[in-house]
DNA sequence: TCTGGGGTCCTAGGACCC
DNA sequence: TCTGGGGTCCTAGGACCC
C-alpha cells in the first residue's frame, strides 16, 4: 500500500521511534576477572598489569616459594591475602592495565607506569593478566547482550554500543527498563558489573555511561544537553585526546558548553575544515553515526617493549631473533583469523621515546613469515639503526579474506575484492 | 618514576596516470 | 617552453581509543 506524502510523513513521524543508543562497558574489566577468582581481594586494592599468567600459576609459585608450607587443601579462592604479590618495589616497564576502585582513590588508574603507581599505593595487590579468561568473559557479556538486542557494536574486549530503539521495549522508561534488563542479565552470566548510558547517539551515551560508575545506568535525553553535557570538560568528548584538549585551553576552552559558544567558523580557522566542524557539531551533542555490527580488520600487528634498551650491533642477535618471532607472531595471526597483506612495515622506538615507521607495499598478498621477515628486513635497512631502540613491531596491513573465497563466503559481488581474492590465490 | 600492546583514522607530499 | 586539474596509490607521522 503506498500512502500520499503528506500521510506516510506522518505515518513515519509518528511509528518512527526516537533513536535511543547504548553505550555500556565493564567496571574495572581485567581486575573484575580476577576477582572472580580470587574473591578474597574483594575491596581491596588491586591493580592488573605487569604480563601475563595463566590460571594457576599464582599457586604453582607458592608451592614453589613456600615449600615448607601444605597447600593441598588449598584452593585459589583460599589463598591468603598475605600472599598475594605487592606493587612495593615493582621494578620493570609495565603499565596498570586497570586498577580495582579501591586502588583508584589512590590515584592509580589505567596506563600508568606501574613504578609510579607503586609509590602511589605500594599496598596494592599486582596481578598479570590471564587474557584467556578475559576473552572467554568478553564473549560471554557480549552473546548475553546480543541475545536481548542484536545490533551491537564491538568496541573492544570490555565496552560496546547498542541500539535500542527497534527492540522490543527499548522506549519504555527512555531506555532504562532494557538496560536494567542486560545489565542484570550480564551479571548473571558473568558476575560482573557494568555501566550503561543511554543517550540519542553515541556520542552522549558514551559521556552518560561515565555518569554513575560503577553498576550504573544514565539516561540522557536531548533537553538535558545543557544541564548535564555542557559543564563537563572539552577532554570527556570521545575523540577529543590531550593533545587537542591543550589547545583547546590554550584559548580559554574547557567546558563543552564553552566550546558551543565559539562560532563555527572560529572553530574551523583554528582547527582545520574537518576537525574544528566535527568540534562544532560534537560541542552541540549532534553526532548521526550509526551503530556498525560487522567490520573487517585493516592491519595486524605485533610489538614488544624490551626489557632494556637494545642496540642493533651489540644486541644484534638478541635484536634479530625478536624480530624474527614477531613477524611469526603476525603471520600465525594472519593465517589463523584467514587473513593475507601486502603492505609490511616496522615500527621502532627509540630510547628517547621517539618512533618512526617504514612500510613497504609489494605485488602478491602474504601471510607467509619468511616473506614478511624478508619484507620487515628491507624496511628496517631504511631507519637509523645507531641508536638504542625500546621498541620493535611488524605490522600487515591492506588485508583481504582469501580464506573466505575458499569457503565459499566473499562478500556478494565486490569486484575489486573478487579481484584481490584472485590475486592472493594467484601469486 | 618515564611512558604496554593492539588497533583506527586523518593528513600531507610525491609519484603516476589520464 | 610552460602549464592544467583530477584521481589514486604509496609512504610517514601523529592523534586518539581501548
Given amino acids: 500500500m503506498r500512502l ?31 576477582l572472580l577468582r580470587y574473591p578474597q581481594l574483594k575491596g581491596l586494592p588491586v591493580v592488573i598489569g605487569g604480563g601475563r599468567r595463566r590460571a594457576d600459576d599464582l599457586l604453582a609459585q607458592l608451592r614453589q616459594t613456600y615449600p615448607e608450607r601444605d597447600w593441598s587443601e ?80 564491538d568496541r573492544g574486549i570490555d565496552e560496546v554500543y ?47 555511561s561515565e555518569f554513575n560508575k560503577p553498576n550504573g545506568i544514565s539516561i540522557v535525553m536531548p533537553e538535558d544537553l545543557q544541564t548535564l553535557i555542557w559543564p563537563l570538560p572539552c577532554r570527556k568528548i570521545n575523540g577529543v585526546g590531550p593533545k587537542a584538549d591543550a589547545r583547546l585551553q590554550s584559548h580559554g576552552i574547557h567546558t563543552i558548553g564553552e566550546l558551543a559558544e565559539r562560532e563555527r567558523g572560529w572553530l574551523i580557522e583554528h582547527f582545520g575544515k574537518s576537525y574544528g566542524a566535527w568540534l562544532h557539531e560534537v560541542s552541540w551533542g549532534r553526532d548521526e553515526r550509526p551503530v556498525v555490527t560487522e567490520s573487517e580488520p585493516v592491519s595486524m600487528s605485533r610489538e614488544t617493549t624490551f626489557e632494556r634498551d637494545l642496540h642493533a650491533v651489540r644486541d644484534r642477535d638478541e635484536l634479530g631473533a625478536i624480530f624474527t618471532r614477531l613477524c611469526e607472531q603476525v603471520a600465525a595471526d594472519l593465517q589463523r583469523k584467514g587473513y593475507a597483506g601486502k603492505t609490511i612495515g616496522i615500527k621502532l622506538r ?55 573465497a575458499a569457503e565459499g563466503q566473499a562478500s556478494e559481488a565486490d569486484p575489486d575484492a573478487e579481484q584481490q581474492t584472485l590475486n592472493a590465490w594467484l601469486f
Fill in 4 to 34: 500520499a506524502w503528506p500521510y506516510a510523513c506522518a505515518v513515519a513521524t509518528l511509528e518512527h521511534p526516537p533513536r535511543r543508543i547504548a553505550h555500556l562497558d565493564m567496571d574495572a574489566f581485567f581486575a573484575s576477572v580476577e
Fill in 74 to 153: 588449598t584452593t585459589l579462592d583460599r589463598i591468603p591475602v598475605d600472599f598475594f604479590p605487592r606493587l612495593a618495589g615493582y621494578t620493570g616497564r609495565g603499565v596498570a592495565t586497570t586498577a580495582t576502585y579501591a586502588a583508584r582513590q589512590f590515584g592509580v588508574g589505567s596506563a600508568m607506569g606501574l613504578m609510579k603507581a607503586a609509590k602511589l599505593c605500594p599496598q596494592a595487590i599486582l596481578l598479570p593478566v590471564d587474557f584467556d579468561e578475559v576473552r572467554r568473559i568478553s564473549r560471554l557479556f557480549k552473546s548475553t547482550i546480543t541475545e536481548i538486542a542484536p545490533v551491537m557494536e
Fill in 162 to 208: 547498542i541500539d535500542f530503539t527497534e527492540v522490543p521495549g527499548g522506549q519504555r522508561e527512555n531506555g532504562r527498563a532494557l538496560a536494567r534488563l542486560i545489565q542484570r542479565g550480564i551479571f548473571q552470566a558473568t558476575g560482573i558489573t557494568c555501566s550503561i548510558g543511554v543517550a540519542p547517539n553515541k556520542l552522549i551515551a558514551k559521556m552518560a
Fill in 350 to 404: 627509540y630510547d628517547n621515546f621517539q618512533s618512526v615507521t617504514r612500510d613497504i607495499t609489494i605485488d602478491s598478498f602474504t601471510a607467509d613469515a619468511a616473506t614478511i621477515r624478508r619484507q620487515a628486513g628491507l624496511c628496517l635497512k631504511r631507519v637509523d639503526l645507531s641508536r638504542r631502540i625500546r621498541l620493535l613491531g611488524v605490522r600487515v596491513g591492506k588485508l583481504v579474506k582469501p580464506g573466505a
